[in-house]
Nanobody, 123 residues
Framework: QVHLVESGGTLVQAGGSLRLGCEAS????????MGWFRQSPGKQREFVAH????????DYADSVKGRFTISRDNTENTVYLEMNSLKPEDTAVYYC????????????????WGQGTQVTVSS
């Protein structure tokens, strides 16, 4: 079983930057593709980015492309989300998860969800 803990969320002004981290523990041999999702109040959880084991294959939601960068350090069992040029609409709880099969862009394809970290972007 894998346990994920997100960190790094905080209040930031529009245009600012943050780096979120997602540290894995437990059965880390099962980690392969990882994803970041986010959820705002009253909205469904939405895909943000995913990354394969090697870190060479990534993809992003159109809303964050060019502003966010996903990366990973397998020696530290940690996946990162670097967020730049933040906008108020980026405000959400950000979650990381492990891909288990199926679409890379759909939350039901992931499990081992962390507890999330709150990002609030003020205008």
């Amino acid at each position: 079983q894998v346990h994920l803990v997100e960190s790094g969320g905080t209040l930031v002004q529009a245009g600012g930057s943050l780096r979120l981290g997602c540290e894995a523990s437990g059965d880390t041999s099962r980690l392969n593709r990882m994803g970041w999702f986010r959820q705002s109040p009253g909205k469904q959880r939405e895909f943000v980015a995913h990354i394969d084991w090697s870190g060479s294959v990534t993809d992003y939601a159109d809303s964050v492309k060019g502003r966010f960068t996903i990366s990973r350090d397998n020696t530290e069992n940690t996946v990162y989300l670097e967020m730049n040029s933040l906008k108020p609409e980026d405000t959400a709880v950000y979650y990381c998860a492990v891909h288990r099969g199926g679409s890379f862009y759909s939350s039901p394809s992931y499990d081992s969800w962390g507890q999330g970290t709150q990002v609030t972007v003020s205008s």
